[in-house]
């Protein structure tokens, strides 16, 4: 498959205006669930305050790639931050001022401590009736878990997902990338519209998102459990195999890449088995229904893995492509960002960025035809719109200087 040189270069849409303009958001949250919930708003518009601990910061900015923290580039793109310590007093009236004219508060501090900080769902929703809060913990509110820590990789491993991922011969795997997180940090976005459009509809009141990172991965992982009630055993790894359809698995190129196919319908894997020029696999018992090629599958994925295994990897896609035969390449980071289709589609953009000179990052999404999201602004320096928001707030000079003698700001 021809590459294209990379990424369309694009400057920030400053003046863009999006559908959720106007709706304030106020985040509290560290590291990557949060981070994305709100990443998703700022997207469509809201004005994400981030509140950040001053000469600190959110503990994305410590995630650094050759002095480069591209995690917070990417996920606090679109928000403002401000640096201010709500530990002190006038930290917490700070906040109580911010959510007056707020839509969604959102933290991930252990139960109890808003509460001991005098900001928790009762003193805000004294302020503010209609305000949405979400409550992002590993465990959640309640329950005899609720005040563990609650990083994503425990939650990957309890939810059963490390248990089912990697092959059968070797231990349980942990994916590379803040899977519980980012799957939380997407059910929180939908929560919060959810409840938000109860507010704004139906005349609502306010109310508390109790969102766990355990809860959403174990809600996408499948029907494991209900699969055991009824089998009595649990499935063993398969691997890049699929434990209820075959054939599917990654397969070696003559020139040592890779490809992946999913050959998951009867009529994919007839057409498969035609393309290869085994059209007698049709019929054989062995392989002519889903529940056969299982029983069979290191048969079917030898047959293909033959086939696949004596061409190059330009010439297994392109044969495929023709035959309509759902093949697919396997990319790492280098490959993706040059990917024609992801290049013609903007799937990935380049933005301007003070240390990379230009940084890739995915595009908005979901797409949506009349009234898109747009990337606005670069992620914030630490504390770049502290002096901006508190002047909103009705802050004068002399109060500002007294917060920072006190180490507020």
């Not at 920030?12 to 709706?23: E, H, N, R, S, V």
């Not at 985040?27 to 469509?44: E, I, K, P, Y």
């Not at 995690?71 to 928000?79: E, G, L, P, S, T």
């Not at 020139?255 to 009867?266: F, I, K, N």
Request: neutral net charge; charged residues 25%; hydrophobic residues 40%.
């Amino acid at each position: 498959m021809n590459a294209s040189p990379g990424p369309k270069r694009r400057s920030f849409a400053a003046d863009a205006t999006c559908p959720l303009d106007g709706l304030r958001v106020v985040d509290l949250s560290r590291l990557v669930a949060g981070n994305v919930l709100t990443h998703m708003l700022a997207d469509f518009g809201a004005e994400v305050i981030k509140i950040e601990i001053p000469r600190k910061g959110d503990s994305l900015r410590d995630w650094l790639e050759n002095g480069v923290p591209c995690h917070w580039k990417v996920y606090a793109r679109n928000k403002k931050s401000v640096a201010l310590d709500i530990r002190t007093a006038a930290g917490r009236g700070a906040i109580e001022k911010m959510v007056v004219g707020t839509s969604v508060f959102v933290e991930s501090f252990r139960p109890g401590v808003m509460e001991r900080l005098g900001l928790g769902p009762e003193a805000l929703h004294a302020i503010n009736p209609k305000l949405v809060i979400v409550r992002l913990t590993g465990w959640g509110q309640t329950g005899p878990y609720k005040n563990r820590p609650g990083f994503g990789s425990l939650i990957e491993g309890m939810s059963g997902f490390a248990a089912k991922n990697g092959f059968a011969d070797r231990p349980p795997a942990l994916p590379n990338m803040a899977l519980a997180d980012a799957v939380a940090g997407l059910q929180g976005a939908y929560a919060v519209m959810v409840a938000l459009r109860e507010v704004e509809a139906k005349g609502g009141k306010g109310q508390v998102i109790d969102l766990s990172l355990l809860e959403p991965l174990l809600s996408i992982v499948g029907p494991d459990a209900a699969e055991y009630r009824v089998s009595g055993h649990v499935k063993p790894r398969s691997g890049n195999r699929a434990s209820i359809t075959a054939p599917r698995n990654v397969y070696r190129t003559k020139d040592g890449r890779h490809v992946a196919l999913s050959a998951s319908t009867e009529d994919m894997a007839q057409r498969l088995f035609r393309a290869i020029g085994r059209a007698d696999m049709i019929d054989d018992p062995r392989f002519a229904k889903n529940a056969a090629r299982l029983r069979h599958v290191d048969e079917v994925d030898a047959i293909i893995q033959a086939f696949v295994g004596a061409r190059d990897h330009d010439e297994v896609l392109s044969f495929f492509e023709r035959e309509q035969v759902t093949f697919g390449p396997i990319y790492d980071a280098s490959q993706i960002a040059s990917d024609p289709h992801v290049v013609e589609r903007e799937v990935m953009i380049d933005l301007p960025d003070p240390q990379a000179g230009y940084l890739p990052m995915h595009n908005v999404t979901p797409r949506l035809e009349r009234t898109p999201g747009a990337i606005r602004r670069p992620a914030p320096e630490l504390g770049q719109h502290t002096l901006e928001v508190l002047s909103q707030l009705g802050y004068d000079d002399p109060a500002i200087e007294a917060m920072r003698r006190d180490k507020t700001l």
